[in-house]
Structures are given as C-alpha cells and as structure tokens.
Nanobody, 118 residues
C-alpha cells in the first residue's frame, strides 16, 4: 500500500546541477530514515546520502560538499540536490524509506536515471 515515486533525473553536462525528489504515498504512520542510493552500470548499488527523522545526515565521501539531502515530513518527501556533477555520478538513483505502515518497513522507488555527459 505504500509507493515511492522518484522524479528529477535526466541528462546534464559536467558541472551542472539536478534536484531529485522522492514522494511516498499510501497508508503511512511515520517515516524514519530516508536515503538515496545509486547503481552505475556494472557496479553494485551504493548508499549516496541518508537523513534520519531528526535531520542528521551522512554522505558517501565521493559526494561530500557537492550533494545535499533534505526532507519535508509534511509532504513525505526526500530531496537530493546535486551540484558540480561529474561523469562518474552517472547512475540510476533510487530512494529508500523506512516507513511505519501496515505490514512493512523498508520501501524502494523504481529509480530515476541521471546521466552526466557533454
């Protein structure tokens, strides 16, 4: 009964910016941690950034200083602001949320493709 829908991916030139959004809908009592993961071709999925219900954040070293994760609890939405994008940031980006709901806890979106290329 819970769905996560990402948006905001696309093609951007190196040095450019994109903002990803992920909104949760359905029967939601509360949302704990939210996070963004990415999977590049031929590589394993990796955690990019995460934010707790209290607002604490952590980032993989490769994106520190360039990406910012934030959340809007009223909208059940998590954002990822990506600046100074590099070709190595090219990947499918997935959001994940730990949600208090009926019968479940961790939910994933279907992913949005980010391509950084000139």
């Amino acid at each position: 009964q819970v769905q996560l829908v990402e948006s905001g991916g696309g093609l951007v030139q190196p040095g450019g910016s994109l903002r990803l959004s992920c909104a949760a809908s359905g029967t939601i009592f509360s949302i704990y941690a939210m996070g963004w993961y990415r999977q590049a071709p031929g590589k394993q999925r990796e955690l990019v950034a995460a934010i707790t219900s209290g607002g604490s954040t952590n980032y993989v070293d490769a994106v520190k200083g360039r990406f910012t994760i934030s959340r809007d609890n009223a909208k059940n939405t998590v954002y990822l602001q990506m600046n100074s994008l590099k070709p190595e940031d090219t990947a499918v980006y997935y959001c994940k949320m730990s949600i208090a709901t009926i019968g479940g806890m961790d939910y994933w979106g279907k992913g949005t493709l980010v391509t950084v290329s000139s």
